[in-house]
């Protein structure tokens, strides 16, 4: 089994049950089916990404980088989950000399088929004549992801050609967002992709410390990127509150 089968396998057992859909919120996604801790951070050691397994522990982290791009950052979160799901840190594929890892292709793959299934396109494939660009600019809109990946699963199921393929894969997303009228709802998903998150369950363990009066609302603050004085104001519109456990707690 090559690293492509490899990948479309792995993939398509992450996506049971979800059919060929589109998966809109990933993060939420890969939060609560892989119980992934996923932090959002302005820098990554001038990477997109990293990912982290704690063999001791069996946590498992991965880093991501903002950014202005959302189908882009989605890309690279995908990839990092490939990573932690074949555990790539114990392994060292390489093929040659200034060739990319077989990991790294393999994370490729998945990110592709996790996203935009070809299996999905069907539809399209249906279709006789020539792909028109509106069209395939609702692949890229309904599935999140960059003209280039579009274009790689379109040719995968011979939908359309090499040439065809140098076509598509040549448009930006925010290009085809403005000419066929979705543009506000991409620079929507750019404004989510390029601010910083902490990881959910970290904070939620956070806030939780907070009520019992163990964590400081200084320090859930900074975890979750907020001034003091916003992060209380947020709390007393929540009706978040530290609780007072009594002396018998004691």
């Not at 990839?79 to 393999?106: I, M, P, Q, S, W």
């Amino acid at each position: 089994m090559d690293y492509e089968q490899e990948a479309k396998q792995k993939a398509a057992e992450l996506r049971e049950g979800l059919g060929n859909e589109p998966i809109s919120a990933l993060l939420p996604f890969i939060e609560q089916r892989l119980q992934i801790d996923v932090a959002v951070v302005r820098s990554v050691q001038n990477q997109h990404g990293i990912s982290a397994y704690d063999s001791a522990t069996g946590n498992r982290y991965i880093l991501i980088e903002t950014t202005p791009h959302p189908f882009r950052w989605r890309t690279n979160l995908a990839h990092e989950v490939a990573h932690v799901l074949f555990r790539d840190h114990n392994a060292n594929l390489k093929e040659g000399a200034g060739d990319r890892t077989y990991a790294e292709k393999r994370a490729d793959s998945f990110a592709r088929h996790l996203l935009i299934p070809e299996e999905g396109l069907k539809e399209f494939n249906d279709a006789a004549g020539p792909l028109p660009l509106e069209n395939f600019s609702h692949v890229v809109r309904m599935y999140r992801v960059s003209p280039r990946m579009a274009s790689i699963a379109l040719r995968r199921i011979g939908r359309i050609s090499n040439e065809e393929y140098e076509y598509f894969a040549s448009f930006s997303a925010p290009k085809l967002a403005t000419r066929f009228g979705w543009r506000k709802e991409y620079d929507d998903q750019a404004q989510e992709s390029n601010q910083p998150k902490p990881p959910r369950r970290l904070l939620a363990r956070a806030i939780q410390g907070y009520e019992e009066g163990i964590v400081p609302l200084a320090r859930v603050a900074a975890l979750a990127g907020e001034t003091t004085q916003n992060m209380e104001q947020i709390f007393d519109e929540a009706g978040i509150t530290v609780r007072d456990l009594g002396e018998d707690a004691f």
